[in-house]
T-cell receptor
Framework: SAVISQKPSRDICQRGTSLTIQCQVDSQVTMMFWYRQQPGQSLTLIATANQGSEATYESGFVIDKFPISRPNLTFSTLTVSNMSPEDSSIYLC???????????FGEGSWLTVV | DQQVKQNSPSLSVQEGRISILNCDYTNSMFDYFLWYKKYPAEGPTFLISISSIKDKNEDGRFTVFLNKSAKHLSLHIVPSQPGDSAVYFCAAKTGGGNKLTFGTGTQLKVEL
């Protein structure tokens, strides 16, 4: 499986600020996704990062709050904008490989908003 | 609407015994199912998957069973080891779709 690296691994952020999370994959992948896991909750898909075009957002998530870039087939960023304590979560980059059915995850970026 | 459910939030098993983790789903369009293992503050690690055209898939100590008529799948770990202690998530997707729908997770504790 691809090696998926995320930066930062964790951060403490001030309310009202924005933070950009980077995801680097060691091989070219067609499908990249961003998930979120809030404390005590399951994982929820935020959006699919599309190379060369706008991301596709799931219901409840909007581009103004979670802008995503995907400049090439190995890299993507997720920005969490105007953060509030409710944004405290683990944010996970993931990729689809093989036939696309198996999704692999990075190690996650744990954000705490104070 | 929780389309994928793991009704047992926790499970405790003795080392060497079998661990059975269960998962139920409601969406009949799901046709591919995956199990992940997750440690706190880390990303999920893919364990094993199964397509709806099968009813069983094995990989080492891990076996997944799928009962489509009951919309139920289970993960068997045998023998269980202390390193298996983690949260286990089942996830489902529809054919051609990219979105994984996750269950709420089961905390497995393997005791010595």
């Amino acid at each position: 499986s691809a090696v998926i690296s995320q930066k930062p691994s964790r951060d403490i952020c001030q309310r009202g600020t924005s933070l950009t999370i980077q995801c680097q994959v060691d091989s070219q992948v067609t499908m990249m996704f961003w998930y979120r896991q809030q404390p005590g909750q399951s994982l929820t898909l935020i959006a699919t990062a599309n190379q060369g075009s706008e991301a596709t957002y799931e219901s409840g998530f909007v581009i103004d709050k979670f802008p995503i870039s995907r400049p090439n087939l190995t890299f993507s960023t997720l920005t969490v904008s105007n953060m509030s304590p409710e944004d405290s979560s683990i944010y996970l980059c993931s990729v689809g490989q093989g036939d696309g059915n198996t999704i692999y995850f990075g190690e996650g970026s744990w954000l705490t908003v104070v | 609407d929780q389309q994928v459910k793991q009704n047992s939030p926790s499970l405790s098993v003795q080392e060497g015994r079998i661990s059975i983790l269960n998962c139920d789903y409601t969406n009949s369009m799901f046709d591919y199912f995956l199990w992940y293992k997750k440690y706190p503050a880390e990303g999920p690690t893919f364990l094993i998957s199964i397509s709806s055209i099968k009813d069983k898939n094995e990989d080492g100590r891990f076996t997944v069973f799928l009962n489509k008529s009951a919309k139920h799948l289970s993960l068997h770990i045998v023998p269980s080891q202390p390193g298996d202690s983690a949260v286990y998530f089942c996830a489902a997707k529809t054919g051609g779709g990219n979105k994984l729908t996750f269950g709420t997770g089961t905390q497995l504790k393997v005791e010595l």
